[in-house]
Structure formats: structure tokens, C-alpha cells
T-cell receptor, first 112, second 112 residues
Framework: ELKVEQNPLFLSMQEGKNYTIYCNYSTTSDRLYWYRQDPGKSLESLFV?????AVKQEGRLMASLDTKARLSTLHITAAVHDLSATYFC????????????FGAGTRLTVKP | KAGVTQTPRYLIKTRGQQVTLSCSPISGHRSVSWYQQTPGQGLQFLFE???????NKGNFPGRFSGRQFSNSRSEMNVSTLELGDSALYLCASSFGGYNEQFFGPGTRLTVL
């Protein structure tokens, strides 16, 4: 059974600071997704990590994947208020399987 | 190109009633997955349809059912509604298999 665990679940940051969200998953899954959700809204795709060692960056966010450690990270650089949202990581339960399992989400609040 | 659309966006029902939610995928996508999001349980996979066939199913009771039409549009039905069915229901479409899913805006169901 695939389990996806995120930590921390809540993160309050000052603007300009850096922080990392961690995502561990319990079985082999070589594809990892990060989504952003604003309150009352749907999920917005941020990153798709397709292989071991993959690193992707978009603005102040950078995501990486270590399939051997079954760990993905989402690093936030010099946070700004607009990054306040809930961030989810998700993994497929298996190849050719659209049953995705999501972490519980990290609610990020960036304070001025 | 147009994104995933869901109708209705908001729905209020009473216990014991049934409800049908609709999802139109991105043009060309043949896979539609449904998820339930609640504050307590987070995002949970309901089922996936691909080419009119249910391919994967999550751990939900038989009151939750779905179908997919030849144009890839999908409907989800919940019968004998319970208070605990109040949630945001999200559908996501993809090309199928192991591909990135794109989420619709969701239908917020409230059961009174």
C-alpha cells in the first residue's frame, strides 16, 4: 500500500526566508508530483519529477526527487506572501495506474 | 486549450438523496479520475475511467459510482447521501497511464 507523508503540515515563514518541505513515499514510485492549492480552489500542477535525481525550478520554488531514498523535497527560496497556499505531493500507485496518493498537504503561510 | 470543467460547482443536498456530478476532460484526454477532498481525510482517490471502463477504484462504498461516455466525459453518482459525504469533489484528466493529471475546479457538495 502506497503511503505518502509530508512534513511539516503547517509552516509559517517570514518573507525572505528559505525553507524545505519534505515528502516521503513508501513504495517504489519513480514519478512524483507537486501541486499547489489556494483556499477554496482546485489543484494547480507545479512540478512533475520523472526520474531519480530530477530537479526542477520555477521562480522561488525548486523540487527534487531521490527515488532511492523515496524522498522528494520542495525548497522555497526567499519566500514572498504570494507563495502562501497548501502544497501537496503525490505519487502514482504503480505504472499505468492513475490511482494517485496524496500527502496530507503543507499549509504554508508567509508573513511580512 | 480549455481546461477540465466540472458542473455544478456547488450543490446542497439532504441526507438520503442522490447526486450526480459531471466532468468534461481536456480535449484528447481519455482518462478521468475522481477524488474526494475533506479536511479530515485529505485527498482520496475514488476511481478512474479510461475509454469508458473503470480501471481503478479506491476504497469507497458502493454508493459511489461513476461512468464515462464515448466522448470521455464522466459522471460520478453518490446515492443515499450521508453527512460525511460533504466534500470537494475533484476530477482530473490525463492521456492515461502514467501521465500527469490536470484538475478541474471541483464541485463542492454539502449534505444537510
Amino acid at each position: 500500500e502506497l503511503k505518502v507523508e509530508q512534513n511539516p503540515l503547517f509552516l509559517s515563514m517570514q518573507e525572505g526566508k528559505n525553507y524545505t518541505i519534505y515528502c516521503n513515499y513508501s513504495t517504489t514510485s519513480d514519478r512524483l508530483y507537486w501541486y499547489r492549492q489556494d483556499p477554496g480552489k482546485s489543484l494547480e500542477s507545479l512540478f512533475v519529477l520523472l526520474s531519480n535525481g530530477a530537479v526542477k525550478q520555477e521562480g522561488r520554488l525548486m523540487a527534487s526527487l531521490d527515488t532511492k531514498a523515496r524522498l522528494s523535497t520542495l525548497h522555497i527560496t526567499a519566500a514572498v506572501h504570494d507563495l502562501s497556499a497548501t502544497y501537496f505531493c503525490a505519487a502514482h500507485r504503480g505504472y499505468n495506474n492513475n490511482d494517485m496518493r496524496f500527502g496530507a498537504g503543507t499549509r504554508l503561510t508567509v508573513k511580512p | 486549450k480549455a481546461g477540465v470543467t466540472q458542473t455544478p460547482r456547488y450543490l446542497i443536498k439532504t441526507r438520503g438523496q442522490q447526486v450526480t456530478l459531471s466532468c468534461s476532460p481536456i480535449s484528447g484526454h481519455r482518462s478521468v479520475s475522481w477524488y474526494q477532498q475533506t479536511p479530515g481525510q485529505g485527498l482520496q482517490f475514488l476511481f478512474e475511467y479510461f475509454s469508458e471502463t473503470q480501471r481503478n477504484k479506491g476504497n469507497f462504498p458502493g454508493r459511489f459510482s461513476g461512468r464515462q461516455f464515448s466522448n470521455s466525459r464522466s459522471e460520478m453518482n453518490v446515492s443515499t447521501l450521508e453527512l460525511g459525504d460533504s466534500a470537494l469533489y475533484l476530477c482530473a484528466s490525463s492521456f492515461g497511464g502514467y501521465n500527469e493529471q490536470f484538475f478541474g475546479p471541483g464541485t463542492r457538495l454539502t449534505v444537510l
